[in-house]
């Protein structure tokens, strides 16, 4: 059974850094690209960040690009994004994805306030 | 960066009727290779999003085939052929096809 479970967030002042987690199983990590995706509260999904299985492709959203950063561990079979900078726009419901968004976690809530 | 413009944002439906979402983009989303990667996910309240069609019109394993997907280039459709109660939420089309990738707005299913 496919599973992504998120780890690492939580409550983080303005301007402060948050690394979070995605740790992938029952499947073949290394063989897959993978996107974070956020949700704002009871707002749409908006798409992060992309990294290929290789690492060798990476974009991110004009949102996040310069403060964010994907990347992965295929020994761990871990997929990370560290956030940098962040503001209170940043507070989501942030989800790790296969590259297909066949197979998702359950999300973990990064809240960005003073 | 494309622009994923889904319609309606509401759609208030009985059970057992048909209905349609589109979802249209600001750029072709047919990709070098071939492929065109526009997908359609249903995220029903409090779950993550689960995926209904990739690549237009390929039904995912598991989804119940009253889903159906069509389009070409920048104009494409769901169609929903005899809602039941559990296909309630909201609809949202995604494209991977041109970096940075996004997200349509979404489309929230409800009973009438």
């Known amino acids: ?114 | 960066d494309v622009v994923l413009t889904q319609t309606p944002p509401t759609l208030s439906a009985t059970i057992g009727q048909s209905v349609s979402i589109s979802c249209r983009s600001s750029q072709s989303l047919l990709h070098s290779n071939g492929n065109t990667y526009l997908n359609w996910l249903l995220q029903r309240p409090g779950q993550p999003p689960q995926l209904l069609i990739y690549l237009v019109s390929r039904l995912e394993s598991g989804v119940p085939n009253r889903f159906s997907g069509s389009g070409s280039g920048t104009d494409f459709t769901l169609k929903i052929s005899g809602v039941e109660a559990e296909d309630l939420g909201v609809y949202y089309c995604v494209q991977s096809t041109h970096a940075p990738y996004t997200f349509g707005a979404g489309t929230k299913l409800e009973l009438k």
């Open chain 1, 1 to 114: 059974e496919v599973q992504l479970v998120e780890s690492g967030g939580g409550l983080v002042q303005p301007g402060r850094s948050l690394k979070l987690s995605c740790v992938a199983s029952g499947f073949t990590f290394s063989n897959y690209g993978m996107n974070w995706i956020r949700q704002a509260p009871g707002k749409g999904l908006e798409w992060v960040a992309y990294i290929s299985s290789g690492s060798s492709y990476i974009y991110y959203a004009e949102t996040v690009k310069g403060r964010f950063t994907i990347s992965r561990d295929n020994a761990k079979n871990t997929l990370y994004l560290q956030m940098t900078s962040l503001r209170s726009e940043d507070t989501a419901l942030y989800y790790c994805a296969s590259p297909r968004y066949n197979y998702w976690g359950q999300g973990v809530m990064v809240t960005v306030s003073s």
